[in-house]
C-alpha cells in the first residue's frame, strides 16, 4: 500500500528519459480506464523517469502518435525525474525494465512489494484469480480496496522469482514507428488488463 492509501488508486509508469515508454503506458493507462468506465478519480495515471534530460519536455512525437492512434490524448505530456515522494504516493509502480524498478527499490526499499516491470505484471495477472478480490463497486474506496488487494496478490505470486528478460520493454528512443508500435502493443497487452481488473467486479 502507497503512504497515501487513498483514493484514487496510483499507478506510476517509470523509465529512462519519460518521453516514450512511460508516457505511453500513463497515456494509454488512462484511456483504458476510461473505457471500462472508469475515470482519474477511480485510477490515477502519472509517469516520469529515472533521469533528468528531458524534463519539461513534451511526448517524443512518435510517441505521441502511438497513443494518439489508439484512440488516448498526448496532450499537455510534460516529462520529469522520479522523485521519492511519487513512489511514496504510487499503489503500483509499473517500470520498463527490471533495472528501472532496481532504481525505485534503491530510493524507496518500501517500495519493493507494489514495483513490478510492465511485462512482468502483465504476465502474472492472467494467473490471478480476480473473484477473490473485494469488488470495486464503482466507488474510489472499493477501486483502492480492489487495487491493493490485486497488488498485494500479485506480489504473492511472483514469491521470490525476480522479472524474465522478456519482462523488459525495450527503449524504442531514436528508432522506427514500427517500434514505437510494437512497444506501445506491449504496453497495452498489460494496461488494458490492468484497467478492467480495476475496475471489474
Known sequence: MSAAGLPPFTVLHVCMGNICRSPMAERLLAFDVRQVGGSDELVHSHSAGTGGWHEGEEMNPPAARQVKARGADPADFAARKLRAEHIDSADLILTATADQSEYVTALRPDAEGRTFVLGEFG??????????????????????????????????????????????????????DQTFSRVADEIEATVGPLAAALLAG
Open 123 to 176: 504476465r502474472l495477472l492472467a494467473a490471478v484469480d480476480l473473484d477473490t478480490l473485494p469488488p470495486a463497486e464503482g466507488t474510489p474506496l472499493g477501486v483502492q480496496a480492489r487495487g491493493e488487494a490485486l497488488v498485494v496478490a500479485m506480489d504473492r505470486l511472483r514469491g521470490s522469482a525476480g522479472p524474465q528478460s522478456q519482462d523488459d520493454l525495450d527503449d524504442p528512443w531514436g528508432r522506427g
